[in-house]
């Protein structure tokens, strides 16, 4: 894959640019600011353009809207060059759905839709932390690993035999054995929730469910292992 912006020199202020498409209907343009960040700009009459409110949040990506007396830019600047590929491909989605758009609101409107659609994808908004039942769960899984596993089977064996990230059914399978390590809140019914029959299928001859309650600090309102009880004994299903 040709990648557009190598070409293009670094320039000192602004942006440096160069045409997508000298066939294309509208204007529009490959660039490089100064800090060697790759953008790509719709050139319109600035009552054409989106406004600045209807704009969504890309990962990654800057979108915003650079004015020059009546005419202005619809911007977008990458971050990270490195992510280049992906940003060429949305680029040239923009400018596909464009091809026959003479018009500069209309364009602007479908450019404003494909964006909304790239949205799912390179969403912007990510959690800072875990959902409360993901911390449960891998609070669960490191205190069966290190008050079960461990002890008996060593840290390198037990670790290696951790599947959990991996999305396997079961969350640890060491030796002929599978374990599925489920979390419940104390004070709650005693009820675990099996999430699909393949994590009690166990691939391997024997397979052991163990549960942990798991309490919140009052103080914090957020999991402890210090407040989880411990003394769990593996049932085999």
């Given amino acids: 894959m040709n990648n557009p912006w190598a070409a293009i020199e670094k320039p000192a202020s602004d942006l440096n640019v ?4 000298e066939t294309h209907p509208l204007k529009l343009f490959w660039g490089v600011d100064p800090k060697n960040r790759y953008s790509f700009a719709y050139d319109a ?3 054409a353009l989106p406004t600045k409110r209807s704009l969504p949040n890309l990962s990654e990506i800057d979108l915003y809207i650079a004015q020059q007396g009546s005419r202005g830019n619809l911007v ?32 602007s409107g479908i450019i404003l839709r494909r964006l909304l659609r790239w949205q799912e994808l390179l969403k912007k908004s990510r959690p800072e932390i875990l959902p409360l039942e ?5 609070l669960g899984e490191l205190l ?4 079960v ?12 035999a951790w599947r959990g990230p991996e999305g396997s059914p079961q969350d640890f399978s060491i030796n002929e054995s599978t374990f599925e ?5 104390g004070g709650s019914r005693p009820v675990v929730r099996i999430n699909s029959a393949e994590q009690l299928c166990q691939l391997l001859p024997v397979g052991y469910l163990a549960v942990y309650t798991l309490a919140r600090q009052a103080d914090t309102e957020s999991c402890s292992a210090a407040n989880c009880g411990v003394s769990v004994d593996p049932q085999r299903w």
């Fill in 18 to 21: 160069r045409l997508v498409d």
């Fill in 45 to 47: 009459d600035v009552g």
């Fill in 76 to 107: 977008l600047l990458l971050q990270n060059n490195s992510n280049w590929e992906i940003f060429h491909a949305l680029c040239l989605d923009l400018a596909r759905s464009t091809a026959t758009v003479k018009d500069e609101a209309t364009a």
């Fill in 134 to 138: 993901e911390i449960k769960g891998l």
């Fill in 144 to 147: 069966f690993l290190k008050n």
């Fill in 149 to 160: 596993l461990a002890p008996s089977f060593g840290w390198h064996n037990s670790i290696t």
């Fill in 181 to 185: 390590v489920k979390c419940q809140s």
